[in-house]
Nanobody, 117 residues
């Protein structure tokens, strides 16, 4: 059993910054990937950034250079620092933990990010 709790969403003006946090707890073993996804109204959910337990990162092209994902491995906590936000970043942001060895994939409840122009 894995639980994910997200926090840090809110309303920000264009050009501003927000920091999202995601804390995972429970049965977490071995190699895993923690990711942020987002889903805007009327659009499909898309990957924003991923960080593995070995600290390898990957970003969507749309956020490269603006967003930074980091991780506190000891606590299975991941952060998403979002800078230079635009209205296109408005979405519900979801945290995901994928554990391929145990075939467990867990989603958080989502946190709303709204960027006003």
């Amino acid at each position: 059993q894995v639980e994910i709790v997200e926090s840090g969403g809110g309303l920000v003006q264009a050009g501003g910054s927000l920091r999202l946090s995601c804390a995972a707890s429970g049965s977490i073993f071995g190699f895993n990937e923690m990711s942020w996804y987002r889903q805007a109204p009327g659009k499909q959910r898309e990957m924003v950034a991923t960080i593995t337990s070995t600290l390898r990162t990957n970003y969507a092209d749309s956020v490269k250079g603006r967003f930074t994902i980091s991780r506190d491995g000891a606590k299975s906590t991941v952060y998403l620092q979002m800078d230079s936000l635009t209205s296109d970043d408005t979405a519900v942001y979801y945290c995901n933990l994928d554990q391929p060895l145990s075939q467990l994939n867990t989603w958080g409840q989502g946190t709303q990010v709204t960027v006003s122009s």
